[in-house]
T-cell receptor, first 113, second 116 residues
């Protein structure tokens, strides 16, 4: 039973470019959350998707957007990349009614140069 | 104010010894949940243990136990019989409120190094 799958694992982009990160949730999970983890910090909540809609959003600018597909997979898009966007981006899936039980992927390491 | 505070940036422990990682939290909710995650160098966050605010017993999962002191708002992780594979970053997190809208807030983490 596959867990959470994220792609790509590593990515290098130039300032001003746009990037798309992808996440496939654990089988049976219907909710996807995205986190940004800067070096030496804990993960910071970006947003959560359920039933193809953004349910909650953390304190991130509109340059960060997302999407959830009917098969529950999700994308995170970041426009106009800044050097400060360099981080590990983690995707976590869960069951909406379960209350706890995040399963995390291994993340995408984004470097903006 | 920080919702989750982990004051130990780094901890060192001898293999087979026990270690306690500190976590204090701040919330005005009566219903909340506390978590510990392990993050090895691979990056994946691995769920270790969960404690609900109404749970009367301290949570235990194998070698992991959570020392929950509600009045002091602390939720320390105790790892017994440390193993070399326990070397990793450890994060304390809290979910506030009940229900399924589950958005945990994470602390800054503690780096644990287990020496042979």
């Amino acid at each position: 039973d596959a867990g959470v799958t994220q792609s790509p694992t590593h990515l290098i982009k130039t300032r001003g470019q746009q990037v798309t990160l992808r996440c496939s949730p654990k089988s049976g999970h219907d909710t996807v959350s995205w986190y940004q983890q800067a070096l030496g910090q804990g993960p910071q909540f970006i947003f959560q998707y359920y039933e193809e809609e953004e349910r909650q959003r953390g304190n991130f600018p509109d340059r960060f957007s997302g999407h959830q597909f009917p098969n529950y997979s999700s994308e995170l898009n970041v426009n106009a990349l800044l050097l400060g966007d360099s981080a590990l981006y983690l995707c976590a899936s869960s069951l909406v009614e379960f209350g706890y039980g995040y399963t995390f992927g291994s993340g995408t390491r984004l470097t903006v140069v | 104010a920080q919702k989750i505070t982990q004051t130990q940036p780094g901890m060192f422990v001898q293999e087979k010894e026990a270690v306690t990682l500190d976590c204090t939290y701040d919330t005005s909710d009566q219903s909340y949940g506390l978590f510990w995650y392990k993050q090895p160098s691979s990056g994946e966050m691995i769920f270790l243990i969960y404690q609900g605010s109404y749970d009367e017993q301290n949570a235990t999962e194998g070698r992991y136990s959570l020392n929950f002191q509600k009045a002091r708002k602390s939720a320390n992780l105790v790892i017994s019989a440390s193993q070399l594979g326990d070397s990793a970053m450890y994060f304390c997190a809290m979910r506030e409120g009940g229900g399924g809208s589950y958005i945990p807030t994470f602390g800054r983490g503690t780096s644990l190094i287990v020496h042979p």
